[in-house]
């Protein structure tokens, strides 16, 4: 299908947008989106911000998007390669460290976001849920494929969000190698046989 050569450079502008909202929510919070801050940031002008994003919360809400796309993409390269469901699950880990290693890692945008605007912002409560959803969706998927039940698979979500928040308050990467050694024993119990070659 050929580019709409019309509208490419509004998606091109709108990204930047999003890309410039994203480091301010990630600095500031959402209270720091403010559509100047923003747009400054982006090189940019108010008028265009807002022309994309009429109100603050439509801000919040397309930084949340972009995070959740951004997570599935990390997971998906972060499996290449992976010899069995087993370790692929490990893998998520692997995309854990990651993101704390990065410099501006604050903490998982869906956690912070929730706990400034859950309770008031009704799409921000939706996005939190629907991303953490999809984590388990993906972890019960895999333990699934990897003959583990289903408990396993709860206790793997919990091992990844504690992770998120360990390491966002201490601003460390240990968190997610920890979980890793936490899962890898875990799903050791449930081997066929007992060994430990994908710790």
Not at 3 to 22: C, I, K, L, S
Not at 55 to 75: F, K, M, P, S, T
Not at 78 to 97: K, W
Request: hydrophobic letters at 45%.
């Amino acid at each position: 299908m050929g580019v709409d050569v019309e509208h490419e450079p509004h998606r091109w502008d709108r990204a930047r947008v999003v890309d410039a909202a994203d480091r301010v929510f990630t600095a500031e919070g959402a209270a720091g989106l403010e559509h100047a801050t923003v747009a400054t940031l982006a090189g940019t002008d108010p008028d265009t911000v807002r022309a994309y994003f009429p109100d603050q919360i439509d801000v919040v809400v397309a930084v949340l998007e972009h995070r959740h796309a951004q997570w599935n993409d990390g997971l998906a390269e972060a499996a290449l390669g992976a010899a069995d469901a087993r370790d692929e699950i490990l893998t998520v880990f692997a995309h854990l460290e990651a993101c704390f290693r990065d410099p501006t890692w604050t903490g998982c945008a869906f956690i912070n976001g929730y706990g400034e605007l859950g309770r008031s912002e009704s799409r921000v409560a939706a996005l939190a849920h629907e991303h953490l959803r999809g984590i388990e969706a993906h972890l019960h998927a895999l333990a699934g494929r990897a003959g583990l039940p289903v408990h396993v698979a709860d206790a793997l979500s919990l091992l990844v969000e504690g992770a998120k928040v360990e390491s966002a308050i201490h601003r460390t990467t240990r968190p997610a190698r920890s979980a890793r050694l936490a899962a890898a024993t875990l799903m050791t119990a449930y081997a066929p046989s007992a060994h430990t070659d994908f710790i």
